[in-house]
């Protein structure tokens, strides 16, 4: 059987909380075949009477061996959702497949600039973008642009934060759509025309756009970059919606 569509045996590691509703896990997967940023899993879990249901989640950071991590927004009433970010404790086992997608990624080869728009836990697979450029300590332009409701919604913020201190080549940008920091220039909204021409490239830079969150932020943003004259062939869109099966 093809390696991605084999269910393995994950097992937690470790946790890291993001949020007051967000956690990494750290899984430790034996025979994982490796993965790019942008890719993800599929996670299955299977109750005693045998029913199961499987999701899928961003792998949020680049390849390391066994290693595999990935950061789980907890949805109100979210049936896998819950269980991972409440439940789900250090040496339990879970299975997990992959990795899956070939079209939302970044190689880090490429030297093009990329601007990186993520709407909530959207930022998870960016995220692998980000980290995976810093380790492979390419030069490729990166603008990413995170909407979020409010400061205590931010994911990796301490990281980020030291990264564009850091690296000249990465600029970085929050949004707050509900309240934003005490002192901050723009009043919290949603994502529009003049944050995109703000914060992201120009389109005759030809970066390579990559947008990811919910579907309506998704096409929101899609479609406003197309207006600013970015080519459709280089938009790139990740969209988290439902994945029940
Ligand atoms: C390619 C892909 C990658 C993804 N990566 C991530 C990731 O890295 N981190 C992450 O946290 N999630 C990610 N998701 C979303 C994830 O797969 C689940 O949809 C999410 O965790 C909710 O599952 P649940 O079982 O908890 O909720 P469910 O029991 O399926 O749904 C409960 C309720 O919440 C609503 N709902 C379901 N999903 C969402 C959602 N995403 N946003 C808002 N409402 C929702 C449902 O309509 C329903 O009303 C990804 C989705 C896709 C398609």
């Not at 950071?61 to 009433?77: H, I, K, S």
């Amino acid at each position: 059987m093809n390696a991605r569509l084999e269910w393995r045996v994950a097992t937690l590691a470790g946790i890291r909380t993001e949020t007051a509703t967000a956690r990494t896990l750290l899984l430790d997967v034996p025979g994982w075949p490796g993965h790019v940023p942008g890719q993800h899993v599929d996670v299955r879990l299977t109750d005693e009477d045998g029913y199961s249901t499987q999701r899928s989640y961003s792998l949020a950071a680049p390849a390391d061996g066994d290693r595999v991590e990935l950061t789980v927004q907890r949805v109100n009433n979210g049936e896998v959702s819950e269980y991972l970010t409440d439940t789900f404790a250090v040496g339990d086992p879970v299975e997990l497949r992959g990795p899956v997608g070939g079209w939302f990624v970044w190689h880090p080869s490429r030297t093009a600039p990329a601007l990186l728009v993520a709407g909530g836990s959207g930022i998870v697979p960016l995220m692998a973008m980000v980290r995976s450029r810093r380790d492979a300590r390419s030069r490729a332009p990166f603008r990413l642009i995170h909407s979020v409701r409010s400061p205590s919604d931010q994911f990796y913020a301490s990281e980020l934060r030291r990264a564009a201190r850091d690296d000249g080549g990465l600029d970085i940008a929050t949004l707050f759509t509900r309240s934003a920091p005490a002192g901050s220039v723009r009043t919290p909204g949603r994502i529009g025309p003049a944050d995109l021409e703000l914060y992201g490239w120009p389109p005759q830079f030809e970066p390579t756009c990559f947008v990811c969150g919910p579907t309506g932020f998704v096409e929101k943003v899609a479609n406003t970059l197309v207006g600013l004259g970015h080519d459709p062939r280089r938009i790139r869109t990740e969209r988290f919606g439902p994945t029940g099966d």
